[in-house]
């Protein structure tokens, strides 16, 4: 375990970790700290101060009005951005403190993983990236790290949010996709809950919207195996639902439990820092990754690529395109912060930036009040 060097100083957080973590979590103590210095908080540890300021930001606020994979024209069941990312911290949370790793830290990285998603979900970021091509396109992870670096503001003397470099780590791995990199810890911890998260709820939701059924679900291993857990065949069908969703996320978390177990026990007394040097990954068994591909690479076809989805996505992709196109040739309509904005960092990227940051219903009403009524009124925008 760590023991800070000056036991006479040692603060309730760090004494609290010193009691709780395994030796390869990442201790507060050990972090590399802030760009901009600031002294510790007496009873709030770094990590936890990240959280609090990723929680209190507008971009997080504006989660709950984005959608995740189904669009409020489907009705209002469904999982928005803000709710899959409180299920993804509760998940990691569970994983973290079972396997002893560092549970303030997870849930900050947890709290930041979609911050950066634009209205429409994936295919908004598609029109996004299209539209932003000769600017080096768009990605909703690069998106995460401008905001709290650049665009929030938190503080009078500096931009953004001044994150410790271990939560800014865990968004710039899933920024640049480095697969030859180890992550720490933590961050593979969210990346797995994010997965299996995202699975079970697509199947939730999917089922409620009726875009699935039941029959549909036969024969996929995950599926199976929860059926030999639990009466799903006898249960009632709200019930039913809600007992083969609990069911996939358990079996998923109970199998990269017990196999993480097994990779992390030879390596108790080794830090962080030594575990990530030697490319230590936790996984699912090859088995359960399997079944885990089988029903991810069923959700693709079935629901991803359903026929009611990818017409509302198209509709709704269009409609970013072409209030890209406006304010593009027009940056007098941009508010007035992007066109101060757009000073440094170009009219296309402000662009982007703005439309990046509304939800699916601010981008609705200005689409409307752009475009529909303007072409009502004779506007000529050419």
Same mark, same amino acid.
Request: aromatic share 6%.
């Given at each position: ?37 600031? =002294?510790?908080?007496?009873? @709030? ?26 669009? !409020? ?5 469904? $999982? +928005? ?15 973290? @403190? ?7 830290? #997870? ?5 930041? /993983? ?8 994936? &295919? ?21 790290? %401008? ?6 503001? $938190? ?26 990199? +180890? =992550? ?16 079970? /709820? ?16 036969? !024969? ?59 490319? &230590? @990954? ?14 991810? @690479? ?30 593009? /040739? /027009?940056?007098?309509?941009? =508010? ?12 296309? $990227? ?12 601010? &981008? ?10 303007? #072409?009502?009124?004779?506007? %000529?925008?050419?």
């Amino acid at each position: 375990m760590h023991t800070p060097s000056n036991q006479q100083s040692t603060l309730p957080w760090q004494e609290r970790e010193q009691h709780l973590l395994a030796s390869y979590a990442m201790h507060s103590i050990d972090s590399e700290g802030r760009e901009h210095n600031e =002294p510790h908080h007496r009873y @709030r540890g770094p990590f936890q101060r990240d959280r609090d300021r990723i929680l209190h930001s507008a971009a997080f606020r504006r989660l709950s009005g984005k959608m995740q994979v189904f669009t !409020g024209d489907m009705g209002d069941y469904h $999982r +928005t951005r803000l709710t899959h990312t409180h299920e993804v911290a509760s998940l990691a949370r569970t994983i973290g @403190r079972t396997l002893g790793l560092n549970e303030d830290l #997870i849930e900050a990285l947890a709290l930041l /993983h979609d911050i950066g998603h634009p209205p429409y979900g994936h &295919c908004g970021e598609d029109a996004l990236d299209e539209s932003l091509r000769h600017e080096g396109g768009f990605s909703h992870n690069q998106f995460a790290l %401008d905001l709290v670096t650049h665009l929030e503001q $938190r503080y009078t003397q500096y931009s953004g949010l001044n994150l410790t470099r271990e939560v800014l780590s865990g968004q710039q791995f899933r920024s640049h996709k480095d697969q030859a990199a +180890t =992550p720490v810890l933590e961050i593979q911890v969210v990346d797995a809950a994010d997965s299996i998260a995202y699975d079970a /709820h697509d199947v939730d939701d999917a089922l409620k919207l009726g875009l699935l059924d039941w029959q549909q679900l036969s !024969g996929l291993a995950l599926v199976e195996r929860a059926r030999h857990l639990v009466p799903l065949d006898q249960a009632e069908p709200e019930r039913r639902r809600q007992l083969l969703v609990h069911t996939l996320i358990e079996l998923q978390i109970s199998d990269l439990l017990e196999q993480s177990k097994r990779i992390l026990e030879p390596l108790e007394g080794q830090t962080s820092l030594d575990v990530q040097q030697e490319g &230590c @990954r936790l996984e699912m068994t090859d088995t359960f990754a399997a079944d885990k591909g089988q029903l991810e @690479r069923f959700l693709f076809e079935n629901v991803y690529r359903h026929p009611r989805l990818i017409q509302i996505r198209q509709q709704a992709a269009e409609r970013l395109r072409e209030l890209f196109d406006l304010l593009l /040739h /027009h940056p007098a309509r941009l =508010p007035d912060r992007f066109q101060t904005l757009a000073s440094s960092w170009g009219v296309s $990227r402000a662009t982007g930036i703005y439309l990046a940051g509304m939800t699916d219903r601010f &981008c609705e009403e200005q689409y409307e009040a752009l475009i529909v009524q303007e #072409i009502e009124q004779g506007a %000529d925008w050419s």
